[in-house]
């Protein structure tokens, strides 16, 4: 907490924007409604609305997993009133997987804040009468190529978990489904038509796990959330390799004017501060960031995926 005062209070010595916003501030969402960057983007842009004096509207942009939002946004008018709802997905996964990536998420975008970090999951469908990983790998290994997992997208993090799942559980035959966003899969998982998924955590997807529409089996994390305690961790399961955590985090298109970054950053570490926000976060399967030093976190993220997206041939669509 010390270190989130010390960010107010150095960012409040840079804010001096007059007049900074006058009028609607629009946040990408580079994902369909109803997922985890979603949720957490409908979040901050409720508390950061309410800072600023300004209304913030959101606009899902989803497809080729989260690139499209995320490159409309690097090419926006750097203004401070086109912001991104970024992800590891947008800002380290998609340009490290695909062959000419549409932006560079170093220089085409100036970080506002890095919001929370959540891990992935694996979820199947009650039908398939499995409660345990191991039990589903089993089941997997049973009957190679009849089953298959969905996920945010081609590229996205939660494709990646997919991936790394399959090869940390000895080569598994699982096809790959790659939906726009987390909702329409999880729709297809919860009616049946789709046998497993591999999520983002979000107060949704605890919500259905715990109406018994879908069935959690693990999160990819090396301890157990403190929303939902009654879930192993794939570590546990005996996939100590199989550890995905997801950052959120606001952006700016490069070049936008420092006042305008000011104020936004402001905004934001008063909301990373509130104790509602963090109720909110941790209710949504989640942990505030609480570090002022968000640009090293993102650096140590990119530091230790790209190495794993290389080495899987891992390709975004």
Partial sequence: MRAVILLLAMVALQCGAQGYPDRPIRLVVPFA??????????????HAAAQLGAAIVIDNKGGAGGAIGA???????????????GTTTTQIINPAAMDNPPYDPLKDFATIGVLSVTPTCIVVSPSL???????????VKANPGKYAYGSAGPGTVTNLT?????????????????YRGSGPGLQDVIAGQLPAFTPIMSATVLAQHRAG??????????ERLGAAPEIPTAVEAGLPDLRVQVFNAIFAPAGTPPEALAALRLATARTIAGAEFRVEVEKAGAEVFASPDYQAFIREEATRWVPIVKALGFKAQ
């Fill in 129 to 139: 009468k499995v409660s345990k990983l191991q039990e589903f790998i089993a089941l």
């Fill in 33 to 46: 409604p109803g997922g985890e960057t979603d949720l957490m983007g409908r979040m901050w842009a409720k």
């Fill in 162 to 178: 997919g991936e790394l799942f399959k090869r940390e559980a000895g080569g598994l035959d699982l096809q790959h489904v790659p």
């Fill in 213 to 222: 529409r879908i069935r959690i089996l693990a999160i990819a994390s090396d």
């Fill in 71 to 85: 490159a409309e946004v690097a090419r926006a008018k750097a203004d401070g009133y086109t912001l991104l709802a």
